[in-house]
């Protein structure tokens, strides 16, 4: 024989109670459960509402209306109509009851804890007697049971202690005289030895479902409810989360205590003790396995079982030299505040003895607070004790599982993903058992840390970067269209998902609480569109605080520059194809590469030089494995390589640069590309990623224009200037061809020192042979002394760019 409970939402409606039937009706005939019933939900709360403004002298009748309007639709839609009137006679009875009752509340303005949990009683009463009788239709014998009269409490009225022996021998005698009945119990409600109905507290019709599992010897109890189960984590949090097949009593313990609210773990203790299986199942998804909480069951392939926590905790420190080595301190602490019925939900010492800190609901922290000062006010008086303080607005997390006991490294994991999210944890506590790993952190990390935590463990390779994406242009464009197609194989072959989380461009902003849809990413911003504000952008990002978050700048602009220090400082990486954040002043270079170290983050910027060529990063692994640089040599500029390429026969200057642009290989403002600037951040950055603090006035550039050119007011006046200086053009063009020579604009870095020039080059220098945008740079290192390492090809362009920037984004977080 089974026992099923059924929760607040599983009877909350006709369409509930008509699921409630049809999982009575698949069982067994002639076994028959014993089904226990709790309040319609929202009716303990409407009750509660009306017995405290009853208090206080205020109108109820609202709620009441409410109450009997819930139970009457439920009549209505459930029963015949010619079923129906004994029931609404019944209940109007229990509504009277009710009524007179709230009305001596009212009157005497009095509100004892016996009569508030006589008015909660009616909740379970009604949903009891309604439902038995809904359930006649299909099961004639179907009966309502007061369980008020069965289970025997002392007087403790809202948290009465059960009478076991007594219960489970009345529960006994009834069910032997019943058994051929289908029974419909009221949970929560009991009764003290005088009969005045008292309340089990908290979690009391799981109390119920387990105390008379407990006295018949159930098979199983199964809690109906309407979630699949108890989940890894809080699902409003993580979207992750999944539903666990298997759980051991002790892991069910430790995951209701913060969090899950399932079941109410103390309300399973009668059940424990007589190694009792509970069954979670989801009146909504019956089909569903749900989640098994059994004795010694190990099946689960998880280093842990799930992740709880608590969304507002505050701690108090105590510490002082008066505590060191003073034996009973602690003892007197906690007996102090447990006598005064403050619960301590953690609690940390020092291995120096000399600070403890416990964590309590937020409610009572003043009041901790106040006996503390009160209980050692001399200790406090004499200085041996620093006078506690009571910090607000923390969580807990935790991770539980009794694997963990035996698996090294589990607490490594932990720390590891809250620490490369930026979460700072305030403190710590493991508990004996082994079987959970707590730590405090603030509030508004919670959400943030409790999915980065999730992956860590139960997401194995699954990864998901939350991107933020400035700029919309040729880069920015290129760079979603490429995440479109290729987002299917990656989540196929590399558990990784990249979601669109913000998109900016000069004009408007647009931030979605989801992920943006790449294949209508134009529409989605306009239609959602605030007007661009880089500030509150940023704001809005971190506010946010998602886990494996990546900042990503496709603009040419120094505005959002000034953010980068902040970004990495909030635990963002960053992503970015403009040079100009690396290329400014060296100091802020070197800050930026410090606050990612410090902070844990990635700073990636492989396309700042030669787009998605492997540059920087082969730049970086020479470094790390102890090569030596002697000199770079490099061509770095898409642009003038492409039009020196291209600059033959009777085309004229001004016309290739015009088709560079157009091809998308210059830089936003062809200029930066024509006078050198472009190609001097390049050889800038790639100097300093070389180890020399160089500044922009280091670099001797050659200008490769007439000064005409270089003093061009706008973008049209500069091609008009080309066009003017065609002649000096054709003349470089026509010296280089008379010695068989090609020109080449070639940066050089040696000795610290970088030149950037325009020379002529014959077929016996390695850059003689280009094509297209190439772009090209050999490495002449202590290991490539007598050879130097090249690397040759397309320089610049929007594909090889959002390419390289894509790489980038995939690489945040692999080490
Ligand atoms: N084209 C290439 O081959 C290549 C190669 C490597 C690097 N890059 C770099 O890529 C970057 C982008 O180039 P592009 O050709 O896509 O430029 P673009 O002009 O086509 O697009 C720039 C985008 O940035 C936006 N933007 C500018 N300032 C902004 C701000 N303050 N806030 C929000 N958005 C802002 C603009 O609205 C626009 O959408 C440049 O830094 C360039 O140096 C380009
Ligand atoms: N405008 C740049 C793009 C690559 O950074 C170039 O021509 O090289
Ligand atoms: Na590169």
Not at 40 to 64: H, R
Not at 370 to 392: C, D, G, R, T, W
Not at 410 to 438: D, P, T
Not at 759 to 777: A, C, E, K, R
Request: one cysteine or more; a negative charge.
């Amino acid at each position: 024989m089974n026992i099923l409970k059924f929760g607040g939402t599983s009877v909350g409606s006709a369409s509930g109670i008509r699921t409630l039937i049809s999982i009575l009706k698949e069982r067994e005939q002639d076994d028959y459960p014993v089904v226990v019933l709790s309040a319609m939900s929202g009716v303990t709360n409407l009750l509660l509402a009306m017995a405290e403004k009853a208090q206080v002298a205020e109108e109820y009748t609202a709620e009441l209306k409410e109450i009997e309007e819930k139970h009457f639709e439920v009549v209505r839609t459930l029963l015949p109509a010619a079923a129906q009137n004994p029931v609404f006679t019944k209940l109007k009875i229990y509504f009277n009851e009710l009524e007179d009752v709230l009305q001596s509340v009212y009157h005497l303005k009095e509100l004892s804890p016996q009569t508030k949990d006589l008015i909660l009683s009616f909740g379970e009463r009604c949903s009891a007697f309604m439902i038995s009788h809904v359930a006649k239709q299909d099961f004639p014998d179907a009966q309502c049971v007061d369980g008020a009269e069965l289970i025997k409490t002392d007087s403790n009225f809202g948290q009465a202690k059960v009478d076991t022996s007594l219960t489970e021998l009345l529960i006994q005698d009834f069910y032997e005289a019943n058994r051929a009945k289908l029974l419909f119990v009221t949970g929560f409600i009991a009764s003290n030895t005088e009969g005045r109905t008292t309340t089990l507290g908290r979690g009391g019709s799981d109390f119920t479902a387990a105390i008379w599992g407990s006295a018949l010897h159930a098979k199983e109890i199964e809690i109906w409810t309407d979630v699949d189960g108890m989940l890894t984590a809080d699902p409003r949090i993580v979207e992750k989360a999944f539903s666990l097949p298997e759980l051991s009593y002790t892991e069910a313990m430790e995951l209701s205590y913060f969090g899950a609210k399932v079941i109410y773990p103390p309300t399973m203790t009668p059940a424990f003790l007589k190694k009792i299986p509970i069954v979670i199942k989801n009146t909504f998804n019956k089909d569903f396995k749900g989640t098994y909480i059994r004795h010694g069951v190990n099946t689960s392939t998880f280093p842990i079982k799930g992740i709880s926590s608590i969304d507002e905790i505050s701690i108090l420190n105590l510490s002082g030299s008066g505590m060191v080595g003073k034996t009973g301190f602690s003892g007197r602490l906690f007996s102090l505040l447990s006598r005064e019925q403050i619960n301590v939900v953690l609690i940390t010492q020092s291995s120096s003895e000399h600070s403890i800190t416990f964590a309590v609901k937020p409610a009572d922290a003043l009041s901790a607070l106040a006996i503390i000062s009160k209980e050692f006010e001399l200790e406090l008086q004499a200085k041996k004790l620093e006078y506690p303080e009571v910090e607000n607005g923390l969580a807990v997390l935790a991770i539980v599982g009794e694997n963990m006991k035996h698996t090294p490294g589990m607490s490594g994991k932990l720390f590891h993903a809250l620490g490369r999210n930026g979460v700072n944890v305030r403190a710590i506590a493991q508990g004996s058992s082994e079987y959970n790993i707590s730590v405090i952190l603030s509030k508004t990390d919670l959400s943030k840390a409790v999915n980065a935590v999730h992956e860590a463990f139960f997401e194995n390779l699954k990864k998901t970067l939350h991107v933020f994406c400035l700029g919309t242009g040729n880069i920015g464009k290129t760079l979603f269209r490429q995440l479109l197609v290729q987002s299917p194989l990656l989540a196929q072959n590399n558990d990784l998902e990249v979601k669109v989380m913000g998109v900016s461009n000069t004009r408007e902003m647009y931030l979605s609480k989801t992920a943006m849809n790449l294949a209508d990413w134009e529409n989605e911003l306009s239609k959602n569109a605030e007007p661009a504000d880089l500030a509150s952008f940023v704001k809005q990002m971190k506010a946010m605080n998602l886990p494996n978050c990546v900042f990503v700048d496709n603009t040419a602009s120094g505005n959002p520059v000034n953010f980068y220090q902040e970004i990495l400082e909030s635990s963002i990486s960053l992503v970015t194809c403009n040079k100009i954040g690396n290329s400014a002043e060296y100091e802020q270079y070197a800050a930026f590469k410090n606050a990612a170290r410090t902070y844990g983050v990635d700073f990636h910027y492989e396309t700042n030089v030669g787009a998605g060529l492997p540059i920087i990063r082969t730049l970086k692994d020479l470094m790390l494995s102890g090569d030596n640089i002697f000199s770079i040599e490099a061509i770095l500029s898409g642009t003038i390589s492409f039009i020196f390429n291209n600059f033959k026969n009777d085309v004229l200057f001004h016309e290739i640069v015009k088709e560079a642009q157009d091809k998308g290989y210059t830089e936003p403002d062809p200029r930066d590309d024509l006078n050198g600037k472009d190609f001097m951040r390049k050889m800038l950055i790639l100097a300093r990623d070389a180890g020399y603090p160089l500044e922009e006035a280091d670099v001797q550039l050659e200008s490769m224009l007439p000064p005409a050119c270089l003093a061009a007011a706008s973008v049209a006046d500069f091609y008009q200037e080309l066009e003017n200086n065609a002649a000096y053009f054709e003349d470089l063009k026509n010296k280089a061809a008379a010695e068989n020579k090609v020109l080449r604009y070639i940066g050089k870095l040696e000795e610290g020192k970088v030149t950037i020039n325009l020379q002529m080059v014959d077929d016996t220098h390695p850059f003689y042979m280009l094509s297209g945008s190439d772009n090209i740079i050999s490495f002449t290192t202590d290991r490539y002394k007598d050879r130097p390492l090249v690397i040759k090809g397309p320089g610049a362009g929007a594909e090889v760019t959002a390419a390289g920037v894509f790489a980038d984004i995939i690489n945040v977080g692999k080490k």
